[in-house]
T-cell receptor, first 116, second 114 residues
Framework: SAVISQKPSRDICQRGTSLTIQCQVD?????MFWYRQQPGQSLTLIATANQGSEATYESGFVIDKFPISRPNLTFSTLTVSNMSPEDSSIYLC?????????????FGPGTRLTVL | GQQLNQSPQSMFIQEGEDVSMNCTSS?????WLWYKQDPGEGPVLLIALYKAGELTSNGRLTAQFGITRKDSFLNISASIPSDVGIYFC??????????????FGKGTLLTVNP
């Protein structure tokens, strides 16, 4: 499986600021995804990062709040904009490996964000 | 939207005991995945199931894709202290194009007493 790294691993930010999280994969992948995991909760998909086009957002998530870039097949960024304490979560990128209609997803180590 | 019911929510067992957890859904899934998450880490894929009825093992782990495609279970045999963590099930439904959305269960917190 692909090796996935994320930067930063953790950060503490002030309310109203923005943070950009980077996701780097050691091989070209077709599908990249961004998830949020709120404290003590499960994972919720934010968006699918599409290479060369706009990201596809899930219900409840909007581009203005979570802009995503995917400039190539090995890299993506997620920005958490105008942060509030409710944005304190772990943000995870994942990559999809596909065989036919099957999709197996592998996750990066996550970015632990605390907003004061 | 699709929801997964994962149970139990938590388990406290003695080292050496066997563990079983399961997920059920009202929706059909094409793939079932089981992940383990340690504190401060991302989820690590344990087992992937692709066909209804499929039974797959990975060391002390065994998982099955329910015949109705609406459920899956994960068994851990002869538990050891490093099995401690949160186990998540995830179902994937394919709806064409690039839509491979995963829906996650709420997780099972496993504690193993040495």
């Amino acid at each position: 499986s692909a090796v996935i790294s994320q930067k930063p691993s953790r950060d503490i930010c002030q309310r109203g600021t923005s943070l950009t999280i980077q996701c780097q994969v050691d091989s070209q992948v077709t599908m990249m995804f961004w998830y949020r995991q709120q404290p003590g909760q499960s994972l919720t998909l934010i968006a699918t990062a599409n290479q060369g086009s706009e990201a596809t957002y899930e219900s409840g998530f909007v581009i203005d709040k979570f802009p995503i870039s995917r400039p190539n097949l090995t890299f993506s960024t997620l920005t958490v904009s105008n942060m509030s304490p409710e944005d304190s979560s772990i943000y995870l990128c994942s990559v999809g490996e596909r065989g036919g209609t099957y999709n197996t997803q592998y996750f990066g180590p996550g970015t632990r964000l605390t907003v004061l | 939207g699709q929801q997964l019911n994962q149970s139990p929510q938590s388990m406290f067992i003695q080292e050496g005991e066997d563990v079983s957890m399961n997920c059920t859904s009202s929706s059909i899934f094409n793939t079932w995945l089981w992940y383990k998450q340690d504190p401060g880490e991302g989820p690590v894929l344990l087992i992937a199931l692709y066909k209804a009825g499929e039974l797959t093992s990975n060391g002390r782990l065994t998982a099955q894709f329910g015949i109705t495609r609406k459920d899956s279970f994960l068994n851990i045999s002869a538990s050891i202290p490093s099995d401690v963590g949160i186990y998540f099930c995830a179902g994937q439904s394919y709806s064409g194009g690039s839509n491979y959305k995963l829906t996650f269960g709420k997780g099972t917190l496993l504690t193993v007493n040495p």
